[in-house]
Each structure stands twice: as structure tokens, then as C-alpha cells.
T-cell receptor, first 115, second 111 residues
């Protein structure tokens, strides 16, 4: 399977704990995006990377959130001191910059539940 | 301030008929407009897109129309099939490829 993969698919944690999610993009894709989706809403942009450089972060990404893409391949999203409001689906997407139709390829997401 | 709005949360059509999904946006600087389809427990999958320099793009049963003066985007599915039942998101892109999504329309196609 050469699609975008995310791990874990589901995470249940207690408030105050730290969690880390992993995204493996399609191998030749230089851009990687993180989105958050809550029930009844569309995905909301969090941050994106071009290769290993983090180029933009949303205001939604508080200082409890950090993302890395150390070698320009896989990426991790860490949430420290989780809060109940962090419960959501976290989606990762990748693409090649410069492609005409701008489509992104999404992974299946990691569903986070904070108790 | 929601930049992309899908005003119909749900739409139900009969198999074989046309489905029309609508989307309004606020910023005339967007350069690409896309539609994604999402099934439960899966991430969104790309369906069709249109550049801001065009007003129509067609791919099989799917056609996207762009009305720049009205800042309005629509997706037509003809003929609709039960397998088209899913949540449809419109999205707008800037040059960086970052997407802003609407809240989605749930399409149900009845056999």
C-alpha cells in the first residue's frame, strides 16, 4: 500500500497526558499537511511542511502542539497536557508541490479521545 | 469568519437523478477549488478540481462549475448512484496548497 498512513488509528487518553501521532506520507511527496476535524465540521488546517521545513502554523496550533518532520519523510504531531477540547480526528495529507490540480492525498486519520 | 460555506448540510436524491452540491467562498484570491469525498472511517479523497481561470471542468459523471463573480462553486453528479452516498467537502487553495474546507454536505442517493 503506497498511500498515506497514520498511526495510531485511535487514541484514548486522560486529560493532562501527552500524546504523539505519526504520519507516513507518499514517498515522493515533498509537502505534508496536518489538519484537525471535529464532528460536523470540515478539516481545519494546523500546519504544513515542505521537506523538513515547517513553513506555516495556524493560530489553532497552541504552544501545547508541536510538529516535526526531521528528515523530510515521516512527521509527528505531539500534543502536551491534553485537554478535552483536543478530542478530534487528526488528519495528515501529502502532495507534490507544483502539481496542477493541487490535490492532497489524505491518510485515514487518528481519532483522539481525551477523557 | 468562515471563508468557505456549504449551506446545505444534507441532500437526498433518487438514483439516476442529478445531484447538485453548492459552495460559497469569500476571498477572490483563491486560485484552485477542489471537491473531496469522504466515507466514514476514511480520510477525504480527491474528486475533481478547477483552476480560477476556468469556469467548468468535467470528469465522467462529475462536473464542477465556478462562478467567480458570485464567488460560487458547484458540483454536479449525473447520474447519481448509491455508491456516491458520502460527505462532500469543497475546498479552496492558495499558492502554498494549503486548503480551507467547508463543513461538508452529506449526500444520500436512494436506490
Amino acid at each position: 500500500d503506497t498511500g498515506v498512513s497514520q498511526d495510531p488509528r485511535h487514541k484514548i487518553t486522560k486529560r493532562g497526558q501527552n500524546v504523539t501521532f505519526r504520519c507516513d506520507p507518499i514517498s515522493e511527496h515533498n509537502r505534508l499537511y496536518w489538519y484537525r476535524q471535529t464532528l460536523g465540521q470540515g478539516p481545519e488546517f494546523l500546519t504544513y511542511f515542505q521537506n523538513e521545513a515547517q513553513l506555516e502554523k495556524s493560530r489553532l496550533l497552541s504552544d501545547r502542539f508541536s510538529a516535526e518532520r526531521p528528515k523530510g519523510s515521516f512527521s509527528t504531531l505531539e500534543i502536551q497536557r491534553t485537554e478535552q477540547g483536543d478530542s478530534a480526528m487528526y488528519l495528515c495529507a501529502s502532495r507534490i508541490s507544483g502539481r496542477e490540480n493541487n490535490e492532497q492525498f489524505f491518510g485515514p486519520g487518528t481519532r483522539l479521545t481525551v477523557l | 469568519d468562515q471563508q468557505v460555506k456549504q449551506n446545505s448540510p444534507s441532500l437526498s436524491v433518487q438514483e439516476g437523478r442529478i445531484s447538485i452540491l453548492n459552495c460559497d467562498y469569500t476571498n477572490s484570491m483563491f486560485d484552485y477549488f477542489l471537491w473531496y469525498k469522504k466515507y466514514p472511517a476514511e480520510g477525504p479523497t480527491f474528486l475533481i478540481s478547477i483552476s480560477s481561470i476556468k469556469d467548468k471542468n468535467e470528469d465522467g459523471r462529475f462536473t464542477v462549475f465556478l462562478n467567480k463573480s458570485a464567488k460560487h462553486l458547484s458540483l454536479h453528479i449525473v447520474p447519481s448512484q448509491p455508491g456516491d452516498s458520502a460527505v462532500y467537502f469543497c475546498a479552496v487553495n492558495t499558492n502554498a496548497g494549503k486548503s480551507t474546507f467547508g463543513d461538508g454536505t452529506t449526500l444520500t442517493v436512494k436506490p
